[in-house]
């Protein structure tokens, strides 16, 4: 690196950047790189629309390699990350230019290098990101050939030509980086070893027993879906850098690009301890993957997904996100086996771990669109409710595994059903649409007759309860985790994998069917009707060339005013809906606090109820957490109840249907004023602005599936003991207390249940009181963010009228100025870019028409 290249205007930029005073010699080499680091990974992040959690924790975890928690460096490096963001210097390219001159052509390849992994994160690089990084490349002097060797090496496609390789690897020698610091050194290394890396010796590819064809299948059909979206967002861009389509048209088509973009199909699988989740999961991924033992061994969630290779990262309780070495998964997945031998569960509640993240190229379940969570054994821990709400949150299919040998517990039928709760919305009897219940170790089941009685005794269960759908036709099976790995895992077949594949296929059937088609019509109708609005506002840009809308002084006057009025809607609906939020706010703390004076003896009635049956003596911890959890049941019931009555049906519903009934008022009004100028000019703006309203959809239905199955799944009570976590904490107040009791005072059995219970249900309820408050704000936001989303709605359509009026007027002046000859060639552009809409438009009904076949096969 040449320090002697670092300019006034790179000094005066990260001055800017870092709101700090810093001159020239502040700028050594590491803080140089670093500043064009974290340039072009935001840059990557930001240039696709799609900024999600994951990619900003890898940006985080990219950048805290170069520096100490502690250190200058890094507090420097928080100040650049905002302000190159807030400044957006990622978009500009004389200033990424003055950043880069002094590092040598060795230092631009590795930072570029950076941009693809960043890319490359999920194991393909998105197009626009792809596009930024080749403009990046070119800007630096990067050749194209060297660009394309990155590409392929991350994304592990494509042939590279052997000498361009050499070339690379020569640039990236550590030697070239001994003036930044060792560990740039590494960084060098660390990229040098990605682009050299041969696949794994033991990958799923290689077991020819296992396979996902369809949900391959799907995803394919799924790329070519984004490959048609990003068609039509480049063609409607290129039309409103010429003032032919509103840039909400742009905004549109971006947000279902987002969806499709982040699709992916999430599988969770839950069940009690010690039944076999993690042999289960080794034969999905075909790869012995999980920590498997006779004891429970799972003590954390964990997330497995694609990547670009096998790493592991570590998502903490206080926000920490870091990248741990692969040798350390099984143990930070595992709680401790002390813990597990002892039955202390605890553990898991005392774990400063959220979540585990594994990332590998090869496993084909998540190579095929499949990101699969691992939950720990759910029958011990008091905090269940909130763990399998945690998990359970956006998943799209849910295995709940059970033990032929040991059947339908008391405990096993009650936690099945709290399962089913969160997947339904937490309705009694209605079934379960994505649950699947798998009995494994049927190979320990030698007679046909005690076979049978095990199918019985579970069919019988699903059909009283209503808990699946169909009665579990499709959804309930029967296998040999352990039989079938190892068939898998020797490339044989055995009457087990047979069964295991009647299981993957109707797994891979409701995916892809009942999920993912019916997900891709739904965003091929989205794509249509903005590939429509791009042809209606094409159509609408030719006539206005060819004269055939032409505005009169009065006409364009009647248009901004048109725009102020729509403008003046805007205020009206804001300032109402404050209004009526403060309102409901002030009912909801009102109702809140009357429900809570009552609490105390509401719950104490059902103390009686509780009942657990093991021993005070010699079964301490199963007991009192047995009775933490009907505790935890009888408040969150209590919470539902006050939700449901009161929240939503006396408070809340009410002033949103006022709030509803005014809104439409006004964009009805606001659709009927474009009428008229639709009529006087030719435009179909009433038509686009109906769309609109349409989307907006039931929005009192949306409101309550926001607070029952979005931000609160499973219940509203679920979701507000979910944020306390109250499991743990009385856990550890009331433990000892059952031997205490006995030596001390000479109580009998039934004595002690209930001093057991007495202390449960005091402790909780003082738990509870202390969070009374965090409570109420917690209740207080949802409601304001409901209030919000319904106004961010109607504002939409309101920007969406200006835009069009806006618009309008601007064609009109471009038509006015220019000559006959550029009227002509605009025509023809806009003649180019309506046949490229129309053979989208094909393409997308070859889609839908896959969708409806595959739907019927």
């Given at each position: 690196m040449d320090t002697s290249l670092v300019s006034s205007q790179a000094v005066e930029l990260l001055s800017q950047i870092t709101g700090q005073k810093l001159t020239q010699k502040n700028l050594t080499p590491p803080v140089i790189f670093l500043a064009n680091l974290v340039t072009v990974l935001l840059g990557v992040i930001f240039v696709d629309g799609i900024v999600a959690e994951s990619e900003k924790q890898r940006l985080l975890t990219t950048l805290y390699r170069f520096s100490n928690p502690e250190s200058d460096v890094r507090k420097l490096t928080h100040l650049m990350i905002k302000g190159v963001k807030d400044n957006q210097v990622y978009k500009q390219v004389n200033s990424l230019l003055a950043l880069a001159a002094p590092l040598s052509e060795s230092e631009k390849l590795l930072l570029i290098s950076f941009g693809y992994e960043m890319s490359a994160a999920n194991g393909e690089i998105d197009p626009h990101e792809k596009k930024y990084?080749?403009?990046?490349?070119?800007?630096?002097?990067?050749?194209?050939?060297?660009?394309?060797?990155?590409?392929?090496?991350?994304?592990?496609?494509?042939?590279?030509?052997?000498?361009?390789?050499?070339?690379?690897?020569?640039?990236?020698?550590?030697?070239?980086?001994q003036q930044l610091d060792n560990i740039f050194v590494k960084a060098a290394n660390d990229i040098l070893a990605a682009l050299t890396a041969k696949p794994e010796t033991k990958v799923t590819g290689q077991h020819s027993n296992i396979s996902y064809r369809e949900l391959a299948k799907f995803k394919e059909n799924r790329q070519q879906l984004e490959t048609y979206c990003n068609q039509v967002y480049q063609v409607l861009k290129d039309c409103n850098e010429r003032s032919f389509l509103p840039h909400t048209l742009i905004e549109e088509i971006e947000e279902v690009f987002k969806k499709i973009k982040l699709q992916r199909f999430r599988l969770a699988v839950v069940g009690e301890f010690s039944k076999g989740k993690s042999t289960l999961l080794n034969a999905l991924l075909g790869e012995e993957i999980q920590p498997v033992r006779a004891i429970p061994c799972s003590g954390t969630v964990t997330v497995l997904k694609h990547g670009i290779k096998k790493r592991v990262f570590c998502r903490y309780k206080d926000g920490r996100y870091e990248e741990i070495p692969f040798e350390q998964y099984k143990v930070k997945a595992a709680i401790s086996k002390e813990?597990?031998?002892?039955?202390?569960?605890?553990?898991?509640?005392?774990?400063?771990?959220?979540?585990?993240?594994?990332?590998?190229?090869?496993?084909?379940?998540?190579?095929?669109?499949?990101?699969?969570?691992?939950?720990?054994?759910?029958?011990?821990?008091?905090?269940?409710?909130?763990?399998?709400?945690?998990?359970l949150k956006n998943t799209d299919a849910v295995i709940f595994l059970t033990d032929a040998m040991h059947l339908l517990s008391e405990k096993e039928k009650e936690l099945i059903q709290d399962v089913r709760y969160q997947l339904n919305g937490n309705h009694e009897y209605q079934p379960a649409e994505n649950l699947f219940i798998l009995v494994n170790f049927m190979d320990s089941v030698e007679e046909e007759e005690d076979r049978q009685d095990v199918r019985q005794r579970l069919e019988s269960f699903i059909k009283n309860k209503n808990l699946l759908i169909s009665n579990g036709e499709h959804r309930v099976h029967y296998i040999s985790a352990k039989a079938s790995l190892k068939a898998i895992l020797n490339n044989r077949d055995n009457e087990y994998l047979k069964t295991f594949h009647t299981f993957t296929q109707s797994l891979e059937k409701f995916l892809t069917i009942e999920r993912g088609y019916l997900q891709n019509k739904q965003f091929v109708n989205k794509i249509n009707d903005r590939i429509q609005a791009g042809l209606d506002g094409l159509r609408q840009a030719k006539d206005t060339l060819d004269g055939n809308i032409k505005l009169s002084e009065a006409g364009k006057l009647e248009?901004?005013?048109?725009i102020g009025e729509a403008s003046g809607r805007d205020v009206r609906i804001q300032v109402l809906a404050n209004e009526v939020r403060d309102l409901a706010l002030e009912e909801a703390n009102e109702s809140w606090h009357e429900w809570i004076e009552g609490l105390i003896e509401r719950l104490a009635n059902k103390l009686e109820h509780w009942t657990s049956s093991h021993n005070p003596i010699f079964s301490q911890q199963q007991l009192r957490q047995d009775y933490v959890n009907q505790f935890i049941r009888d408040l969150q019931n209590e919470i539902d109840v006050w939700g449901e009555k009161e929240l939503k049906n006396k408070i809340l519903k009410p002033h949103f249907e006022f709030l509803d009934k005014c809104i439409n008022e006004e964009l009805n009004a606001l659709r009927d004023r474009l009428q008229v100028i639709d009529k006087e000019v030719n435009?179909?703006?009433?038509?686009?602005?109906?769309?609109?309203?349409?989307?907006?959809?039931?929005?009192?239905?949306?409101?309550?599936?926001?607070?029952?199955?979005?931000?609160?799944?499973?219940?509203?009570?679920?979701?507000?003991?979910?944020?306390?976590?109250?499991?743990?904490?009385?856990?550890?107040?009331?433990?000892?207390?059952?031997?205490?009791?006995?030596?001390?005072?000479?109580?009998?059995?039934?004595?002690?249940?209930?001093?057991?219970?007495?202390?449960?249900?005091?402790?909780?309820?003082?738990k509870f009181a202390k969070s009374t408050e965090q409570l109420t704000d917690k209740i207080g936001e949802t409601i304001g963010l409901v209030f919000d989303n319904r106004i961010e709605a109607a504002v939409k359509v309101i920007e969406k009228a200006i835009c069009l009026c806006e618009n309008l007027l601007e064609q009109q002046e471009k038509a006015h100025n220019e000559t006959l000859e550029q009227r002509e060639a605009e025509k023809m552009w806009i003649y180019q870019k309506r046949q490229e809409l129309e053979q989208v438009q094909n393409g997308l009904e070859v889609i839908l028409s896959k969708c409806t076949s595959d739907s019927k096969n």
């Amino acid at each position: 690196m040449d320090t002697s290249l670092v300019s006034s205007q790179a000094v005066e930029l990260l001055s800017q950047i870092t709101g700090q005073k810093l001159t020239q010699k502040n700028l050594t080499p590491p803080v140089i790189f670093l500043a064009n680091l974290v340039t072009v990974l935001l840059g990557v992040i930001f240039v696709d629309g799609i900024v999600a959690e994951s990619e900003k924790q890898r940006l985080l975890t990219t950048l805290y390699r170069f520096s100490n928690p502690e250190s200058d460096v890094r507090k420097l490096t928080h100040l650049m990350i905002k302000g190159v963001k807030d400044n957006q210097v990622y978009k500009q390219v004389n200033s990424l230019l003055a950043l880069a001159a002094p590092l040598s052509e060795s230092e631009k390849l590795l930072l570029i290098s950076f941009g693809y992994e960043m890319s490359a994160a999920n194991g393909e690089i998105d197009p626009h990101e792809k596009k930024y990084l080749e403009m990046i490349g070119n800007q630096l002097g990067i050749k194209p050939q060297h660009l394309a060797i990155l590409e392929a090496a991350f994304i592990h496609q494509g042939s590279v030509e052997f000498a361009v390789l050499n070339e690379v690897n020569f640039l990236l020698n550590n030697a070239r980086f001994q003036q930044l610091d060792n560990i740039f050194v590494k960084a060098a290394n660390d990229i040098l070893a990605a682009l050299t890396a041969k696949p794994e010796t033991k990958v799923t590819g290689q077991h020819s027993n296992i396979s996902y064809r369809e949900l391959a299948k799907f995803k394919e059909n799924r790329q070519q879906l984004e490959t048609y979206c990003n068609q039509v967002y480049q063609v409607l861009k290129d039309c409103n850098e010429r003032s032919f389509l509103p840039h909400t048209l742009i905004e549109e088509i971006e947000e279902v690009f987002k969806k499709i973009k982040l699709q992916r199909f999430r599988l969770a699988v839950v069940g009690e301890f010690s039944k076999g989740k993690s042999t289960l999961l080794n034969a999905l991924l075909g790869e012995e993957i999980q920590p498997v033992r006779a004891i429970p061994c799972s003590g954390t969630v964990t997330v497995l997904k694609h990547g670009i290779k096998k790493r592991v990262f570590c998502r903490y309780k206080d926000g920490r996100y870091e990248e741990i070495p692969f040798e350390q998964y099984k143990v930070k997945a595992a709680i401790s086996k002390e813990a597990a031998t002892e039955h202390r569960s605890d553990e898991l509640a005392q774990s400063d771990i959220e979540e585990i993240i594994f990332e590998h190229p090869e496993l084909l379940l998540c190579k095929s669109g499949v990101e699969i969570l691992d939950s720990p054994g759910l029958n011990e821990h008091p905090d269940r409710t909130s763990i399998t709400y945690k998990l359970l949150k956006n998943t799209d299919a849910v295995i709940f595994l059970t033990d032929a040998m040991h059947l339908l517990s008391e405990k096993e039928k009650e936690l099945i059903q709290d399962v089913r709760y969160q997947l339904n919305g937490n309705h009694e009897y209605q079934p379960a649409e994505n649950l699947f219940i798998l009995v494994n170790f049927m190979d320990s089941v030698e007679e046909e007759e005690d076979r049978q009685d095990v199918r019985q005794r579970l069919e019988s269960f699903i059909k009283n309860k209503n808990l699946l759908i169909s009665n579990g036709e499709h959804r309930v099976h029967y296998i040999s985790a352990k039989a079938s790995l190892k068939a898998i895992l020797n490339n044989r077949d055995n009457e087990y994998l047979k069964t295991f594949h009647t299981f993957t296929q109707s797994l891979e059937k409701f995916l892809t069917i009942e999920r993912g088609y019916l997900q891709n019509k739904q965003f091929v109708n989205k794509i249509n009707d903005r590939i429509q609005a791009g042809l209606d506002g094409l159509r609408q840009a030719k006539d206005t060339l060819d004269g055939n809308i032409k505005l009169s002084e009065a006409g364009k006057l009647e248009i901004l005013e048109q725009i102020g009025e729509a403008s003046g809607r805007d205020v009206r609906i804001q300032v109402l809906a404050n209004e009526v939020r403060d309102l409901a706010l002030e009912e909801a703390n009102e109702s809140w606090h009357e429900w809570i004076e009552g609490l105390i003896e509401r719950l104490a009635n059902k103390l009686e109820h509780w009942t657990s049956s093991h021993n005070p003596i010699f079964s301490q911890q199963q007991l009192r957490q047995d009775y933490v959890n009907q505790f935890i049941r009888d408040l969150q019931n209590e919470i539902d109840v006050w939700g449901e009555k009161e929240l939503k049906n006396k408070i809340l519903k009410p002033h949103f249907e006022f709030l509803d009934k005014c809104i439409n008022e006004e964009l009805n009004a606001l659709r009927d004023r474009l009428q008229v100028i639709d009529k006087e000019v030719n435009t179909n703006f009433s038509k686009q602005i109906n769309l609109a309203i349409n989307d907006i959809g039931d929005s009192f239905g949306d409101l309550f599936s926001y607070i029952s199955g979005g931000l609160f799944a499973g219940g509203l009570g679920a979701g507000l003991l979910m944020l306390l976590g109250l499991g743990g904490p009385i856990m550890w107040a009331v433990t000892g207390v059952g031997a205490a009791i006995a030596g001390a005072l000479g109580f009998g059995m039934s004595g002690i249940h209930d001093q057991i219970k007495l202390k449960v249900f005091k402790t909780g309820c003082e738990k509870f009181a202390k969070s009374t408050e965090q409570l109420t704000d917690k209740i207080g936001e949802t409601i304001g963010l409901v209030f919000d989303n319904r106004i961010e709605a109607a504002v939409k359509v309101i920007e969406k009228a200006i835009c069009l009026c806006e618009n309008l007027l601007e064609q009109q002046e471009k038509a006015h100025n220019e000559t006959l000859e550029q009227r002509e060639a605009e025509k023809m552009w806009i003649y180019q870019k309506r046949q490229e809409l129309e053979q989208v438009q094909n393409g997308l009904e070859v889609i839908l028409s896959k969708c409806t076949s595959d739907s019927k096969n």
